[in-house]
């Protein structure tokens, strides 16, 4: 049946820990080829497993040769999808501060190896943009860096570890989202580079890393590749084949991004999206949130096929493509569809937290020290903790808490802390600094600066004091370039907790912190 070879060209996300009746009536009937996980589908790792066992036994259940593509986000730093109970490993720019690709590699091995226990076999990382861009609001740290020789290597290192703890890998976002200003998640970025300035910066990374299984296409319009105006990447025929497959000769699977994303769904719609992006040389499409528009798009595309405006052949050659990347890594003797199987105890444990905290320390960056650091325990310290905050949509709110008053507390007990919070006026921050005169040192939590013009005040009034400040930069190493001249400033990438935790212990002076800055700070 038409309609079972259109589903396997389709992943699609939905609510909840356990499968709903409308996710188990598409693998039914339309044998839908791959789910995609959030943070919404994600419990305890018991959770998880018993999740994916369960989508599998569906499949199996549906008369499925092959186990579903079941993938995530776990890019690892700020854009995660696994929680409680799984390791918290460092993100894209803390592993380019460290510049070392058994760095990269560790833990993209790591990564897999507790993705595939949990029943997911298929990750949506590594992100290959290079981030040129200061200002760019959805990629930033999720980057290795600004240098593509350093992103292709780490890249290809990440994808080894990954391949080999048999987990599909997936490079993103093709042909580069390292230049934009503005988040595809809401409208449709441009980036209007020559042809041979893409091939200097953005395509490198790709060209380097053909042997991943996947590659995800953007939804930006690159002027110099598509004539057509304001089309994406993901629409166009000229950058999925024409550049991606027949210049670069890629032969592994394309995804699109999630089709439900405003650059697509809020200009040419969702379903159609779908259509035109097979049309230009996709073999996957994510539908990720709304069953109204999977269902909407698997219908239009049979219509499709069946008016001749989509071709079987090419259907059928994106089927057969699928199939060979499953029968790479998954079949249903290495498949679990047991929902009361146990998670290994390596998901979590000792030696992977050992691992991340190496690659932390190897990441986490020493900016700058004026002799303040490191300080003593017993110093009377005041703590200043920003707001918590997701960068983009592709973070989950859940994961940006800021635990840095955790971190020193475990150090100085009795440091006191401060919540900064939008509301604060000048007259506030006069205040504040007036009553910090009285502290040894304040650990200053930053994050987010140029949006932030109090945080900014606030820091600019402590400079002019004679109170030792130490900036811990907790996001975009861009905010450095916003600091006044302070006596200590330190970039973690991510407010994960162990990345704020190696950061303090350089700071009480327990561990030697030895990543550089994989950007210019200007």
């Not at 990629?139 to 290809?156: N, T």
């Not at 598509?226 to 084949?241: F, I, N, Q, R, Y």
């Not at 001749?308 to 790479?328: F, H, P, Q, Y």
């Not at 001249?485 to 935790?501: D, F, G, R």
């Amino acid at each position: 049946m038409i309609e079972k070879i259109i589903g396997e060209l389709f992943v699609i996300g939905f609510d909840g820990k356990v499968v709903p009746k409308s996710i188990k009536k598409l693998i039914h009937d339309y044998h839908i080829g791959g789910i995609i996980l959030f943070t919404r589908n994600i419990g305890s790792p018991d959770e998880v497993l018993r999740l994916t066992a369960s989508l599998q036994k569906e499949a199996r259940d549906a008369g499925y040769e092959r186990p579903l593509l079941i993938c995530v986000d776990q890019e690892n730093g700020t854009v995660r999808r696994l929680g409680e109970g799984t390791t918290i490993f460092p993100g894209g720019m803390t592993i380019g501060a460290s510049d070392s690709e058994e760095n990269a590699y560790q833990v993209g091995y790591a990564s897999g190896t507790e993705l595939r226990a949990l029943g997911i076999n298929w990750n949506l990382a590594p992100v290959v943009d290079v981030n040129v861009n200061p200002d760019n609001p959805v990629i930033g740290v999720r980057s290795y860096g600004e240098s593509p020789e350093r992103v292709a290597r780490l890249a290809k290192a990440a994808v080894k570890g990954m391949q080999d703890a048999g987990v599909v890998t997936t490079l993103k976002h093709f042909p580069g989202h390292g230049d934009t200003k503005v988040d595809s998640h809401l409208a449709l970025p441009v980036i209007p580079h020559s042809i041979e300035r893409l091939e200097e910066i953005e395509l490198r990374p790709f060209q380097a890393s053909l042997e991943s299984d996947v590659i995800m296409s953007a939804h930006i319009y690159f002027p110099a590749l598509e004539l057509e105006a304001d089309k994406p990447a993901t629409l166009s025929k000229a950058v999925l084949t024409g550049l991606l497959r027949e210049k670069l000769g890629y032969t592994g699977l394309i995804t699109t991004d999630c089709m439900e994303m405003n650059a697509i769904s809020e200009t040419i719609g969702t379903a159609k999206g779908v259509v035109a992006a097979l049309q230009a040389g996709v073999d996957l499409a994510m539908v990720s949130h709304t069953l109204q528009r999977q269902v909407g798009a698997l219908q239009e595309v049979k219509a499709a096929v069946e008016s001749g405006e989509l071709s079987r052949e090419s259907i059928l050659t994106s089927a057969e493509r699928i199939r060979r990347v499953k029968d790479t890594y998954i079949n249903w003797n290495n498949t679990s569809i047991d929902s009361g199987a146990k998670v290994p105890s390596f998901v979590g444990g000792n030696d992977h937290r050992k691992l991340a905290k190496e690659a932390y320390r190897r990441g986490v960056t020493m900016v700058y020290n004026h002799g303040l650091i490191p300080i003593d325990s017993s110093s009377n310290i005041v703590i200043v903790t920003p707001e918590a905050s997701a960068q983009s949509a592709a973070e989950d709110p859940s994961h940006a808490t800021v635990r840095l008053y955790d971190a020193v507390r475990s150090y100085q007990p009795n440091a006191k802390n401060i919540a900064l919070t939008s509301e604060w006026t000048e007259e506030d921050i006069h205040e504040q600094v007036e009553q910090w005169k009285q502290y040894d040192a304040v650990i200053f939590g930053v994050q987010y600066l140029a949006q932030q013009p109090m945080q900014q005040l606030l820091l600019e009034k402590l400079a002019a004091s004679d109170i030792p400040v130490i900036a811990i930069v907790m996001r975009s190493p861009y905010d450095v370039a916003l600091l006044p001249e302070l006596h200590t400033c330190i970039c973690t990438y991510e407010v994960s907790p162990p990345a704020l935790e190696v950061a303090v212990s350089a700071v009480f002076g327990e561990e030697e912190i030895l990543g550089t800055l994989p950007v210019t700070i200007k």
